[in-house]
């Protein structure tokens, strides 16, 4: 594929991805205020519960199909065959487990019956993700982008409809059926119609065993990466209740969506630290610091500016009953920080095969955040919750950043006054956005903020236009 059109394709996911963050955002605001604050606990429970088996129906076979049908596509139909018919033996078993955990864990109905319909979700999902997989190793990110909006686009018209008609809650549920179908659709359609695979089911055992042994590393990293990113919620529907996953719910929305924002600079920044790394030290060491720098001019005013409006943000925007997720707001906002910065030092560890040391990183993490959260829901429910968030993306920072310092060696001198020239301007900005947030609606304070901002991350020098050239030149590549 010439650069043009992997740019092209690139571009095209990120927009598409960016879209689909938004819709999800606003949907998410309107079900939450129509459903209220136990409703909204009860259907995020459900969705977070059935992520964790997401993760043992794929367990890095994406990876796997990704990498070898873009060395040889003839070998596509036989990795896609074997995967296909390992899911759907692993369909069956996954499923009746998640039957028998959440009846273990003696659920009340209707949270059962939430369950029930999410994991199918979640298995059409797998399978659609094995298609689409094959799509990328053929370097074709145009139907997956399609179906990334037209799926949030079903999901968000026809829980509209069932909103409006007071369906209730197992028909706003299964409003994610009709999404995950037409995405399955859409990818099985590419792959059957413009590039003429043929679909088969194989149960070659020691075939699979060789593609589960490729998809192993892939795989744990995984694990790991969706016990810290969702056992909060979990572990506080069963510590807490589900007014408490509600509130915490709204909070954790409105800091993940925001994470596009470093998924796609990390995307961009990956290919160059690979090829610095095998070529050029000195260029991979600057890359690597002027990443960092990027990041924290975006996402520190976004913490002081979330974490000072937390107040005004939440209940104009949710309702009135959502307003007690303010402290956890704040809290997760401080993590967006961390959260941002995470993403180029990540991207370091793996470019540079540190992705085993990358990997047992996100173990410790993963733990930290278990037990974090049994301690500190007890004592503060969601706000608790939060606070572990805040702890475990610290964490994952700090674990990189230290493997960072022994594979380059970069300028720390220069990040320490990148750090205090932007922390300067929003401490600027968060003395003004204090003084007008009590007079003014926070639709005026917001972009009064951004500017002051910006005026003063220009006098600081926190940023100049070199920068400004070169962040053109990252993000055009």
Known sequence: MDNGKLAKNTTLFSIALATQKALSFI??????????????????????????????MDFGLSQVLIRESARDKKAAEKYLANTLGWKLLLSLVIYGAIILIINWLNYPPLTKQLVYIAAIVMLIDSFALSFFSILRGYQNLKFESLGVILNQGAVMICGFIVLWLNWGMLALISVYLIGSGLNLLISYSALKFKYRLLFRINFNFQFFKTMLVLALPFGIAAFFIRIYSTIDTILL????????????SVAYKITFALQFIGVAFSASIYPAFCHYYANAKELLSKTFVKSLHYLLLLSLPISIGAIL??????????????????????????????????FPVGALLNACNKQTRNTINLAIVAIFSVIANLILIPLWSYVGSALATLLSYGLLFFLGISVACQIIDYNKKYLWLVLLKVSTSGLVMALVVGLLKQ???????????????????VLTQAITKADISQLKILLKK
């Open 309 to 342: 409006m937390a107040d005004k943000l939440i209940g104009p925007i949710f309702g009135a009953e959502y307003a007690p997720a303010g402290p956890a707001l704040q809290l997760m906002m401080a993590a967006l920080v961390f959260i941002f910065l995470s």
């Open 237 to 248: 529907s069963k510590l807490a209740d589900d007014r408490a996953v509600g509130l915490y």
């Open 27 to 56: 949907y998410f605001i309107f079900f939450a205020r129509i459903i209220g604050v136990e409703n909204t606990g009860k259907l995020s429970f459900a969705l977070s519960f059935t992520t964790i088996f997401a993760m043992l």
């Open 439 to 457: 007079r003014l609606h926070f639709i005026f304070v917001i972009p009064i903020g951004a500017l002051v901002y910006l005026i003063m991350i």
